[in-house]
């Protein structure tokens, strides 16, 4: 499913931010990935939807080789990705439904599919009647349901989402995270940057630590292993 060997990434000013990683990842498992800022978490997400590109070393994503695609080949390996980010990037002038269906309209998926798959997310994440609210109209906890569905709604074998609690309340935290669970009980896999010491510790999944930009521990029924 995702496959990193001796990955390097250098920045321009020189700064190391990924230094010979090798992480494999499998269908259906659930990762968090922990680490302090700026050890290298940010640029091991980028690299799994090619925002950015490694140096070195073998990428492949979904069977894709990452590195060596062309850049009309991107979106492709984009359709199999859903990414969540921590403030949400929602449609400010786009209802819920319509911020959810553009998912689909991008790739031309036919009317009644886009109504029937964005119905279908807006169940799992509890929020069919507030379909024609407009993103300013709802909480925070709301707009990172959207976000989920709007990342979903195409049924992508990978889900990557980035702190995605990071701006929410403990209670509202967890019922993003129950929504994760019942994603990854269907089947996705789902890899996971957060911060959130008592989630992770709580979840006890797979956690992979990285510091200056190299891994440090990969443990399949791991914590936190930080101090707040």
């Not at 976000?147 to 992508?156: E, F, G, H, K, L």
């Not at 403990?170 to 089947?187: A, C, H, K, L, Y």
Request: with cysteine; charged share 25%.
């Amino acid at each position: 499913m995702i496959h990193m060997k001796d990955i390097m990434k250098t920045y321009e000013n020189g700064a190391v931010a990924l230094d010979h990683v090798n992480v494999d990842i499998n269908k259906g498992e659930f990762v968090f990935l922990v680490g302090s800022s700026g050890a290298g978490k940010s640029t091991f997400m980028k690299l799994l939807f090619r925002e950015v590109v490694p140096d070195s070393g073998i990428l492949t994503v979904n069977g894709r080789d990452v590195i060596r695609m062309a850049k009309s080949d991107v979106p492709y390996l984009r359709r199999g990705l859903g990414v969540i980010f921590q403030d949400y990037r929602l449609l400010p002038d786009k209802t819920v439904y319509e911020n959810i269906a553009f998912a689909m309209q991008v790739i031309e998926a036919p009317r009644r599919m886009i109504q029937r798959s964005v119905n279908s997310v807006l169940d799992i994440v509890g929020l069919r009647d507030k379909y024609r609210c407009f993103p300013n109209q709802l909480s925070g906890g709301e707009q990172q349901r959207v976000a989920i569905a709007r990342a979903i709604v195409n049924n992508p074998a990978i889900v990557i989402a980035d702190e995605p609690t990071g701006n929410l309340d403990p209670e509202t935290s967890w019922g993003i995270m129950d929504i994760f669970q019942r994603i990854n009980s269907s089947g996705t896999t789902i890899v996971m940057a957060t911060h959130d010491k008592t989630i992770v510790d709580a979840m006890q999944r797979r956690v992979i630590a990285i510091e200056n930009g190299r891994i440090v521990r990969d443990e399949s029924h791991g914590g936190y292993g930080y101090e707040d």
